[in-house]
């Protein structure tokens, strides 16, 4: 009995023994391990069908991979996409009071892309002065034509999105959530991942207010 008594203590243990602690949070009364690439920064406002994560991985940003002007666009993840309307501004930073010749030319540009009923608006610049020069602004996906990194596609099973982004993810809420929301640690980028079925059937991008 003893024995007994000292292996149910232990069993605590051992389970997160498995499951890095350092990482692991606590989701209903299950344990959760995101991988480290997924970067994990904070559970958000939970609703009953709702998953919310805030995260710095580079996906959040990048979920087409990382384009930093619009040539970049014909060998990426979006070269099926056609250009319907874009917008370029210019403007010169002054880096000298005293010396033109220092003035660095800052640039931006809004494109609007579509492919069939999937649309996006992609935001690019130059500015030295962040760290993120492209996201996606607006935007959704409806259909499987479109690959997003890691290999997210419409369709997919929630399980398998699940394994994208979690060493460990309990079984037991596979079939909870409908909506995973995926929310940037900075620069306010949010992601709505729709689940009908156990399937994904639309992916939303918004920033900034749009994403509140």
């Given amino acids: 009995m003893i024995y007994r008594n000292a292996f149910l203590f232990l069993v605590p243990f051992l389970f997160m023994a498995c499951h890095d602690a ?13 991988k480290k690439s997924f970067n994990f920064n904070s559970l958000g406002k939970q609703s009953t069908d709702t998953l919310h994560l805030v995260t710095c991985a580079e996906y959040v940003y990048f979920p087409f991979g990382k384009i930093t002007d619009k040539s970049q666009l014909k060998t990426s993840l979006l070269k099926d996409f056609n250009i319907i309307s874009s917008q370029l501004d210019t403007f010169t930073h002054p880096m000298s009071p005293d010396d033109a010749s220092d ?7 809004s494109l609007e892309l579509e492919l069939g009923v999937n649309k996006l608006s992609l935001f690019l610049d130059n500015d030295p002065f962040t760290a ?12 499987t034509k479109v690959q997003l990194a890691d290999n997210v596609n419409v369709g997919m099973n929630i399980e398998d ?3 994208k982004f979690f060493e460990y993810f309990p079984t037991e809420l596979n079939k909870k959530y409908k ?9 306010g980028i949010t992601h709505l991942y729709t689940f009908d079925n156990g399937q994904l059937r639309s992916v939303k991008f ?4 749009d994403a509140h």
């Avoid at 909506?179 to 620069?187: A, H, M």
């Fill in 22 to 34: 350092s990482i692991s949070f606590k989701l209903e009364n299950y344990w959760a391990t995101p």
């Fill in 103 to 109: 003035d660095f030319l800052l640039w931006s540009e």
């Fill in 161 to 163: 999105f699940y394994e």
């Fill in 132 to 143: 993120i020069h492209s996201y996606l602004s607006e935007g959704q996906i409806l259909d």
């Fill in 206 to 209: 918004m920033s900034n207010s």
């Fill in 179 to 187: 909506v995973i929301r995926l929310e940037s640690c900075v620069y």
